[in-house]
């Protein structure tokens, strides 16, 4: 944020009570045309919580971002990894643990922060289902392939004979062996 409000006061060269909507537009536009619109929004967002932070502070009577409105940014779907870069994936893990999250990322296409949250409990291993709590708090049903299914017994089976006893699924390498 820091670095982002130096260059807009090094471009504008006014108090901050004297900047207005068109300075902004002004600075907006000599910085777009080098700049994805994912960044440019990043600029927008921080001048806006600058600003908003002035107004809230009685610092400025009138925020001159209230007018200025993010870009829209296209979505895009991530393409799969190839057969090839997933063998290199594998190829590269150098303990059953790291196997089983890699199988089970990909054969469930499940976020970090889910894999996380998931408990042994949660696997139903005659129907090879895993129940998910994702953003939002919703709850879903995503599936294992044999694959993931036999690197996470080996991973369980592993972290039995260490005595290791934790509701979670996948836990931290050295103790407390916590998520």
């Given at each position: 944020?820091?670095?982002?409000?130096?260059?807009?006061?090094?471009?504008?060269?006014?108090?901050?009570n004297s900047v207005t909507t068109v300075d902004i537009r002004i600075y907006l536009?000599?910085?777009?045309?080098?700049?994805?619109?994912?960044?440019?929004?990043?600029?927008?967002?921080?001048?806006?919580?600058?600003?908003?932070?002035?107004?809230?502070?009685?610092?400025?009577?009138?925020?001159?971002?209230?007018k200025i409105k993010n870009i829209k940014v296209d979505?895009?779907?991530?393409?799969?990894l190839t057969q090839d870069e997933l063998e290199i994936l594998r190829d590269s893990c150098t303990t059953i643990r790291q196997r089983a999250i890699l199988e089970t990322l990909f054969s469930t296409g499940c976020?970090?922060?889910e894999l996380v949250k998931m408990n042994i409990n949660?696997?139903?291993w005659d129907k090879s289902e895993l129940?998910?709590?994702?953003?939002?708090?919703k709850e879903r049903t995503v599936?294992?392939?044999s694959k993931a299914k036999l690197y996470i017994k080996k991973y369980l089976?592993?972290?039995?004979?260490?005595?290791?006893m934790n509701d979670a699924l996948f836990i931290a390498v050295k103790k407390p062996f916590d998520r």
């Open positions: 944020y820091q670095l982002q409000l130096l260059k807009f006061s090094e471009f504008i060269h006014k108090p901050v536009a000599s910085v777009s045309d080098k700049l994805k619109k994912t960044s440019l929004n990043n600029k927008i967002n921080i001048l806006k919580s600058f600003f908003g932070w002035l107004e809230n502070e009685e610092m400025i009577i009138k925020n001159p971002m209230k979505k895009h779907l991530r393409k799969a976020r970090v922060s949660d696997i139903k129940n998910v709590i994702g953003k939002g708090s599936y294992l392939n089976k592993q972290r039995m004979t260490k005595g290791i």
